[in-house]
């Protein structure tokens, strides 16, 4: 239905008021030149408010006074339309991009996502959230020492006061130091921050570390090997750069650190996605201590090798060891298997399988047989402790007889073609993936016997 020119009008006036909504850098039409024409170096980009675009450097030039944005708003035949300011046709060329004194606002998406550096005047008061949305390149974002409402401290943007960190650039490296002052890390902080080694977790910062049901504040922090926690802090500590908070809780594991892990004596139990993505982690040791294991704890622990869970561990959340390839040990014959409200979606063909050892008649052997047989294409197999049980010791060799055959090859095709997880010994061609190749190998080999 078509809005009278008048509502049409008062939308306008409402939206000029307030923060523009983000918009995808995807939505951005591409703005081309007649092949005979030269693309213009500057223009308008505002009433009072211009651009100029040195092709040679890659540096954006905004200048005036008002609101950056990349487009404004008109009136349509259907209603309020966008449209586009001339130097959205160099997003994937800008390197720098500097902004004059007079400029006041900055609004979300206004310079594309591949530039590297920015400059803020001291006029500047407002910053829209997804400024910085996926500027992967981003490193350094320069603010000028009279501002009065950001700063920033080696290149890393914060509130005038230093109690809020608004953004570190994704390709800051090294080690962050978080001043003492700051109270809150807003959610996209630290996105795409993966050559961070260390973060410092600073005295006033007592707030939640999860930003979402399914995502902490350093969920793309994949570089880390380090978290330290300032001493005065009163809610987190941490252990040879492992996160806890003061309920003697381990909240997270650095991605990067390296090795098999012991579990500190007196941890009471490990939060939700506490060692998510730790590829680097080859073996957990856990401490008759803990007594709960949260949702998700090992997801994607890739080179995760055994687990054992002691007796004292009362209650395991789902998707603990979803995409892992491990052995299971859980000695609590009546150990509970809670469930959360949420999940993770797993993307991919993985193929992964976690055996589970437990008692007979455990509430183990029921929940791995009866109610959880694969999720997230994990596949999960339940054993009895004291039980023998043949290993898959030759390559290609699923039944285990200990030699190759034609039923090894019928139940390989069956498996891959039903997306059923493969045993490692199914990587004939060692690249950590099963598939046609590995089969095709298999024949191969049978062939040659």
């Known amino acids: 239905m078509k809005l009278s020119k008048i509502a049409v009008a008062c939308l306008a006036l409402c939206l000029v008021g307030s923060a523009v909504p983000f918009v995808n850098m995807g939505e951005f039409p591409a703005i081309t030149a007649n092949a005979e024409e030269e693309k213009p170096t500057s223009g308008k980009c505002g009433e009072d408010v211009y651009w100029s675009f040195d092709t040679e450097t890659g540096t954006l030039t905004i200048s005036g006074t008002g609101i950056a944005s990349a487009y404004y708003l008109s009136l349509g035949e259907y209603g309020l339309e966008r449209n586009y300011y001339g130097y959205v046709q160099y997003f994937n060329s800008i390197q720098t991009v500097i902004i004059e004194n007079g400029i006041t606002g900055i609004e979300s998406g206004a310079f594309g996502k591949n530039f590297s550096s920015i400059t803020v005047p001291k006029s500047v008061v407002g910053i829209s959230e997804n400024v910085f949305f996926e500027c992967t390149n981003l490193a350094f974002i320069d603010v000028d020492e009279n501002n009065t409402a950001y700063c920033d401290i ?10 809020v960190l608004i953004r570190c650039p994704a390709k800051k490296e090294g080690k962050l130091v978080i001043p003492d002052s700051v109270e809150t890390i807003e959610d996209s902080a630290l996105d795409d921050c993966s050559s961070l080694t260390s973060i410092t977790i ?28 300032s001493k005065n802090n009163s809610k987190y500590y941490d ?35 506490s060692f998510q993505h730790c590829s680097e982690l080859t073996a957990v040791t856990i401490p008759e201590s803990l007594t709960d294991i949260g949702a998700y704890a090992f997801f994607d622990c890739s080179n995760l090798s055994s687990v054992v869970i ?20 859980i000695l609590n014959p009546e150990c509970e298997f809670a469930s959360t409200n949420w999940g993770i979606g797993s993307k991919g063909d993985f193929q992964c399988k976690v055996v589970v050892y437990g008692y007979e008649n455990s509430t183990a052997q029921d929940y791995y047989t009866n109610k959880i047989q694969t999720d997230n294409n994990t596949e999960y197999e339940f054993r009895i402790i004291g039980q023998e049980y043949p290993e898959y010791t030759i390559s290609g060799d699923l039944n285990g007889d200990g030699e190759l055959s034609v039923s090894d090859v019928i139940e390989f095709s069956q498996k891959l073609h039903s997306r059923e997880a493969l045993p490692k010994n199914c990587d004939l061609n060692g690249d950590n993936v099963v598939n046609v190749i590995d089969l095709a190998l298999l024949k191969r080999a049978l062939l040659n016997k």
């Open 239 to 273: 252990i040879d750069g492992v996160l806890f908070n003061t309920d003697n809780q381990l909240l997270l594991y650095p991605r990067k650190k390296m090795g098999d892990y012991e579990i500190p004596a007196g941890t009471t139990s490990l939060g939700e996605l």
């Open 154 to 163: 080696d290149g890393v943007l914060f509130d005038k006061d230093k109690t």
């Open 310 to 329: 002691p007796n004292t561990v009362k209650t395991v959340y789902n998707g603990v060891f979803e995409k892992c390839s491990s052995t299971i040990t």
């Open 202 to 229: 600073p005295t006033n910062f007592t707030a939640s570390i999860k930003r979402s049901l399914h995502e902490t504040l350093f969920n793309d922090c994949d570089g880390l090997v380090s978290i330290i926690v």
